[in-house]
C-alpha cells in the first residue's frame, strides 16, 4: 500500500517537476537570446547600410572615415593620408552612430 502511494506521487508530477526548467529557458530566451540576435541583426544591417565617406569608430576606438568598400573590409582614411583596413565585424555599431549623428548636426 504505501510503495504504491510512492510511486503514484513520483509519476504524477512528472511535467510539474519539469515546469520550473522550462519557465527557466523562456525566460532566458526572451531576456538573453533574442535582445542579442536582434543587436546582431541591427549591426549586420549598419555595416551593409555603410558607403565611402561614412565616419565610423572601430571596436579598438580608432575613428576615421570610409575611403573603400569592399566584400568583408573596409579601408578607413584615419588622418594624414592614413589608410588602414579593417574587417566589417570590427565596426562599433554604437560608437559609429554617435559619431554620423554628430557630423549631420553640423
Known amino acids: 500500500m504505501i510503495s504504491t502511494f510512492f510511486l503514484q506521487a513520483a509519476g504524477g508530477?512528472?511535467?510539474?517537476?519539469f515546469l520550473p526548467m522550462i519557465l527557466i529557458v523562456?525566460?532566458?530566451y526572451f531576456f538573453m537570446i533574442r535582445p542579442q540576435m536582434k543587436k546582431q541583426k541591427d549591426h549586420k544591417?549598419?555595416?551593409?547600410?555603410l558607403d565611402v565617406n561614412s565616419k565610423v569608430v572601430t571596436?579598438?576606438?580608432i575613428h576615421g572615415r570610409i575611403v573603400e568598400v569592399s566584400e568583408t573590409t573596409f579601408l578607413v582614411d584615419v588622418g594624414s593620408?592614413?589608410?588602414?583596413?579593417?574587417?566589417?565585424?570590427a565596426i562599433s555599431l554604437d560608437a559609429s552612430r554617435a559619431a554620423n549623428t554628430e557630423?549631420?548636426?553640423d
Request: glycine share 14%; proline share 0%; charged share 30%.
Open 45 to 49: 544591417k549598419y555595416i551593409q547600410e
Open 13 to 17: 508530477g512528472g511535467f510539474m517537476s
Open 26 to 28: 523562456v525566460v532566458f
Open 103 to 105: 557630423v549631420k548636426k
Open 81 to 89: 593620408g592614413v589608410r588602414i583596413r579593417f574587417d566589417k565585424s
Open 59 to 61: 571596436t579598438a576606438g
